[in-house]
């Protein structure tokens, strides 16, 4: 369980100030600065209730100085009120059952209309969160082999438990959508729960969209606004129980320095809930969480792997997809495949092939294929190449064959 109260997180079987006990205390405390004039009586009416098997929750000195050595120690206080010096139990441990001394406490703050949120943690989901270890996902590959689709797959699959070397074999053998089928209802939940941003790099993309910067305003004012992934940051950082995902289209497109900025060392793993910075236009202490992946996608026509930053090389894992024409099931589409990607390795090279998904489809219409998705990517591979006949390529098939 999490709870965040008066702006600071409360956590279950945490061992510092921040777990559930010191939020029971913070809640008692808070209590007494709202009500001034209460006597002891009063207090221990209110708060020995919530106490399933101690009514000695509130004890003023007298009291508590009157208890075994072993007992004074499951006290905090002294605290200051009224003349009087109160102490209050840190014992707060549930015993099953209806015994809920925690959860009486925080459904008292919720009576009392204090500032207070719960957060029911997903225990297997906190074990999956700690499972996966790597963090940065890169999803690479030539146009077609469904980058932007498989990064559904892989989220569904995190979040459904699967270990990194299962979740990694399926993307990158581009097996079957079967996975995806049966984990969408997951994915969809996700969508729902506002824990996934998709956005796209491009040249123009910037540190201030992505992290914060001054913006101007309808008055014409300039105000700082926080940017997508410093607000799934702190979206993440405030429920630990799930994760979150920022899925970035084509990476490679932006200047990958500029956009990150000083963050680009807080993404590595074993950073993670560790190290902060302070942000250059807030002055705010940031860190990343480690419950936060980040999934990218970037096409290997456009710029070669090994060309990439290599500060982003180094904190990313990279997946390469492949074709995989055991997909395709038309078998004119398949030959089609297989003939166009032997003629293109030979001549380009593997960043080039064309993808299965051209390819597939229970309806689908080779030659709209040919002629509106195929053809115009053909024309580009081989804009300088004067000799080649590109009609040829696409229609001759079953004579080459």
Not at 67 to 80: A, E, H, Q, S, V
Not at 219 to 231: A, D, H, Q, R, W
């Amino acid at each position: 369980m999490t709870v965040i109260f008066n702006g600071n997180r409360y956590e279950k079987n945490s061992h510092n100030n921040r777990a559930l006990r010191y939020l029971c205390f913070e809640i008692f405390n808070y209590y007494l600065k709202l009500h001034p004039g209460l006597s002891y009586d009063d207090i221990k009416m209110v708060f020995s209730s919530m106490h399933c098997n101690n009514h000695s929750v509130v004890l003023i000195e007298s009291d508590w100085l009157l208890k075994p050595d072993n007992t004074r120690k499951r006290y905090f206080g002294p605290i200051d009120y009224n003349g009087l010096k109160l102490y209050f139990t840190t014992q707060w441990g549930n015993n099953g059952g209806d015994c809920d001394n925690i959860n009486h406490m925080i459904n008292f703050a919720k009576q009392e209309k204090f500032d207070i949120k719960v957060i029911e943690n997903n225990f297997s989901q906190l074990a999956n969160i700690k499972k996966n270890k790597i963090k940065n996902i890169i999803l690479y590959g030539p146009p077609g082999v469904g980058k932007t689709h498989n990064y559904q797959r892989l989220i569904s699959m995190i979040e459904s438990g699967e270990d990194e070397k299962t979740i990694f074999d399926i993307i990158t053998n581009s097996q079957s959508s079967e996975v995806l089928e049966l984990n969408q209802e997951a994915y969809k939940e996700i969508e729902n729960q506002k824990r996934v941003e998709f956005i796209t790099f491009h040249q123009s993309y910037s540190y201030e969209d992505f992290i914060e910067g001054f913006r101007p305003t309808k008055e014409g004012n300039i105000k700082l606004k926080k940017g997508i992934f410093k607000t799934l940051a702190q979206k993440a950082l405030d429920n630990k129980a799930q994760n979150y995902y920022i899925v970035i289209d084509e990476i490679n497109r932006g200047n990958i320095s500029k956009i990150f900025g000083e963050l680009i060392t807080l993404i590595e793993e074993d950073k993670r809930d560790v190290y902060a910075v302070t942000l250059p236009y807030s002055k705010e202490k940031f860190v990343i969480p480690s419950n936060l992946y980040i999934i990218a996608t970037m096409n290997s026509t456009d710029k070669s792997i090994a060309t990439i930053d290599i500060a982003l090389r180094r904190r990313f894992t990279f997946l390469k997809m492949e074709p995989n024409s055991h997909l395709v099931f038309n078998e004119d589409a398949k030959r089609l495949m297989l003939y166009l990607n032997e003629y293109i390795e030979k001549t380009l090279g593997k960043d080039f092939l064309l993808g299965h998904s051209y390819f597939m489809g229970e309806k689908l219409d080779l030659k709209f294929v040919k002629e509106y998705k195929i053809r115009p990517l053909l024309e580009e591979y081989f804009y300088s190449d004067d000799n080649l006949d590109i009609d040829r390529l696409l229609y001759g098939v079953d004579d080459a064959l």
